[in-house]
């Protein structure tokens, strides 16, 4: 739908322009991140994009670190979690609201969607009053919870309307053969759907893994924490020497990016197929 | 495929389709399908909203009373968050679309070849972990070493370098602006969803009758995108006002609260000063606060909107 091809080729290097100076400012702070990850004690207060002489020394330092290494492997564990229980919990419930005629289904899906509009922040405290009475929390579950509630209305939106999109046909011929509902959900409509599920993965994953709010109040113990809260851990000790501390930061940083650099064309292409229209 | 019509926010879709269905499920059976995701919205979600209710007005030992909310009202910081949670709302919004919407334009219907790699590269700030980024831009604000004071030096005008984070006229905005560098890639991305998935056929016809360049983006393309921008304001909104890390790490509320937003007073309030049901007080207003402003944003879409030309062509478009 594009009529690019028929417009003068001045403007279509303003454009280029435009995009490429926009993304630069989306990447520098990045990029100054990793310098500082890179420099040496000298330079590490230097004023500058680029400091030159770069030194893996802060990385060796980092990685070394046990605490460092428990909190990225709390994070894997409970974003890894947290989207598995979502996918679950999402599917099914589209499922039934898109196939299985539930009475009142009308109605479920409106107050599930209600959740879109609440802050987390007006949350908070109930959650972890009620973690504290459960005894969850400085436990995965404590966190897994409630990342999984906040993510199913979304999902919820994006699988059901992939659901709504499948023609019953496929359905009617598995279930000729008998098949029960867990089968045409497990056998049909889920593979159907794998590019909304994959967007409600990826989005998930990045919503867990960056999660801060509740983290901070839940996991306590520091053998508990997550990545997030790394930075708010080691700010202090790392006070006077940058490198290791934006070591640290690029490490947590970089999964994310690289997670989504890899599972963007799918991510993206599910969204135009997905009718996520706005 | 006919899909989500209207978007996240709009009631479900009527379902049109003849009953052909033949999967034998009872209800019994197609409620437990519902119970996983509803438990968690009880639990999660339902209940810290009635909890909060309810601790915002009970007293261990008094009757149930209004008294909190009345120190809420005399109280000055309470005031000061509620404006800037308000001002968050406001900046980060119509910054995101005025500099999201023109790039999406640009991305997909000004340049043949390389869209890909833009939305990826602007989406990329949407992925970093929130708490990294206050760090970076603390350490970019920095009176002395940071970025922006080299390009102050560079400049000549190191002497005029404002303490960005330390300034309560600045604060606020000096977080917004970060909180608004993350969130443009998702504005701009949704965007392209929604002009890649626009009605060809309108646009052609639209074209015939004249729209053409800048005016077709404004009395074409920006009016049909009404499902979009309604489902953005809305998104930006609640997202603006659970913005809790950004600030937490790179202001603290601070300086003298001048920063601080109702998520950040709910955290101080509830978690620093252990006063819980003053905090569910706040949370309760938070809530409220939410609510009043999804609804304006809707009567501003409904009323402005609405007289564009084309606008009620949207919908239809998908």
């Known amino acids: 739908m594009t009529h690019a091809g028929s417009r003068a080729p001045s403007r279509m290097l303003i454009a280029y322009a435009v995009l490429a100076g926009a993304c630069a400012i989306s990447l520098l702070p990045t990029v100054y991140m990793i310098d500082i990850s ?8 230097a004023p500058v994009l680029i400091a030159g002489h770069p030194t893996l020394r802060n990385y060796a330092a980092v990685l070394s670190h046990a605490r460092f290494l428990r909190f990225f492997l709390n ?24 196939r299985l005629k539930v009475r009142g289904g009308a109605i479920v899906l409106l107050v599930i969607m209600s959740a879109l509009l609440l802050p987390l922040a007006s949350l908070l405290i109930p959650i972890t009053v009620l973690l504290r009475t459960l005894h969850l929390t400085n436990s995965y579950l404590g966190l897994v919870g409630p990342e999984t509630s906040l993510g199913i209305a979304f999902g919820t939106v994006i699988v059901k309307g992939a659901m709504d999109g499948v023609p019953l046909e496929l359905e009617e011929a598995a279930l000729l053969d008998g098949a029960s509902s867990l089968a045409v959900l497990l056998r049909i ?5 794998r590019p909304a599920l994959l967007v409600v993965a990826v989005w998930q994953f990045l919503f867990s893994w960056n999660e801060f709010f509740l983290a901070l109040v839940i996991m306590s113990r520091n053998a508990m924490k997550t990545l997030p809260l790394a930075p708010l851990f080691f700010e202090g000790p790392y006070m006077a020497n940058p490198g290791k501390l934006f070591a640290i930061l690029t490490l947590i940083g970089v999964v994310p990016m690289l997670f989504y650099a890899v599972l963007q064309r799918w991510f993206v292409s599910g969204l135009m197929a997905g009718g996520v229209k706005g | 495929m006919s899909l989500v019509a209207g978007g996240t926010m709009s009631p479900p879709a009527r379902r049109s389709r003849p009953t052909r269905l033949r999967i034998g499920a009872s209800q019994i059976e197609a409620w437990a399908y519902v119970l996983p995701a509803l438990g968690l919205f009880l639990l999660f979600e339902l209940y810290p ?9 009970s007293h261990p030992h008094a009757a149930p009373s209004l008294a909190r909310y009345a120190e809420a009202a005399s109280d000055p910081v309470f005031w000061v968050a509620v404006r800037n949670s308000v001002v968050w709302v406001v900046v980060s919004i119509a910054l995101e679309i005025a500099i999201g919407f023109p790039l999406a334009v640009l991305i997909e219907l000004a340049i043949p ?39 102050f030096q560079a400049l000549g005008l190191a002497n005029s370098f404002p303490a960005v984070l330390g300034e309560p006229a600045f604060a606020t905005y000096a977080v917004i602006v970060v909180n608004v560098w993350q969130w443009c890639g998702f504005f701009v991305l949704m965007y392209c969803v929604g002009i890649a998935q626009l009605d060809a056929e309108i646009l052609d016809a639209a074209a015939i009758d004249g729209a053409v360049g800048l005016a077709r983006v404004r009395y074409v393309i920006w009016p049909m995108l009404r499902s979009t921008h309604v489902s953005l304001v809305v998104l930006g909104t609640i997202q603006a006002l659970q913005q809790f890390p950004l600030i937490y790490l790179m202001t603290q509320g601070g300086p003298a609260n001048a920063s601080q937003t109702l998520a950040t007073y709910i955290f101080q309030t509830g ?42 062509t949207r919908g239809r478009a998908a």
């Open chain 1, 38 to 45: 890179l420099r040496n004690a000298a330079d590490s207060f």
């Open chain 1, 75 to 98: 994070s894997a564990l409970i974003a890894a979690l947290t989207v598995v229980a979502t996918l679950v919990c999402v599917t099914s419930l589209a499922y039934a609201l898109s």
């Open chain 1, 189 to 193: 409509m889920a593979p159907l759907c």
């Open chain 2, 49 to 57: 909203i009635l909890a909060n209710l309810w601790a915002s007005v």
């Open chain 2, 113 to 151: 070849r390389g869209r890909a790699w833009f939305r990826t590269l602007l989406f990329l700030p949407m992925v970093v972990t929130p708490s990294v980024i206050a760090l970076v831009f603390t350490t970019i604000y920095a009176p002395d070493y940071g970025l922006l004071y080299g390009l």
């Open chain 2, 271 to 312: 978690f620093d000063e252990n006063r819980m049901g003053f905090a569910s007080t706040v949370a309760v207003v938070l809530f409220v606060l939410a609510l009043v402003l999804v609804a304006v944003e809707y009567a501003i879409a409904d009323n402005w909107l609405a007289r564009l030309p084309l606008a009620r």
